[in-house]
């Protein structure tokens, strides 16, 4: 897991006041909120589900949760929170409330046409994996059984 590191900068609160940050080092993900984009690409097992109308806006709920427990804890410890204003932070605001917004379109039914071509997709790629894992499993056992059948003709 790597992580996020924001510039010591003058940050632009919501309200527009500006005050002096340090040096922000943070993991990727806080509370089951991502920080990066490469944590994003690590909730990829969340995307069939958040597509598909009503359970979609279940996911949101959950999603905007971890979200503001998420700001909450980089508040605490930072005594500031990302958002859009600041130049610094904007990405990492932005990458907070990717999830949310996804669900909140996937759970409406605007993402649907993006579910039917992800479908087919994530089956040949289920399968792929299923197949190679079988042929390793076999594999693996030939190697065991040649080097068992090799030990009991020594004896």
Do not use: W
Not at 71 to 88: H, I, L, S
Not at 109 to 134: D, E, N, R
């Amino acid at each position: 897991m790597g992580i996020v590191q924001i510039p010591q900068h003058m940050h632009v609160n919501e309200n527009g006041s500006i005050c002096q940050t340090s040096t922000v080092i943070l993991p990727e993900i806080i509370h089951g909120s991502p920080m990066a984009p490469e944590a994003m690409m690590t909730r990829l097992q969340h995307i069939p589900m958040v597509l598909i109308p009503i359970v979609g806006l279940i996911y949101a709920g959950v999603f905007y949760r971890r979200y503001v427990q998420a700001r909450a804890a980089f508040k605490e410890v930072n005594d500031f929170t990302p958002n859009t204003k600041c130049p610094q932070c904007r990405e990492t605001a932005r990458i907070m409330r990717l999830p949310i917004i996804i669900s909140v379109l996937g759970g409406l039914g605007f993402m649907l046409p993006l579910l039917i071509l992800l479908i087919p997709i994530l089956l040949i790629v289920g399968l792929s994996k299923a197949i190679f894992g079988i042929s390793k499993g076999i594999a693996a056992g030939i190697k065991y059984c040649s080097t068992r059948k090799l030990d009991n003709v020594d004896t």
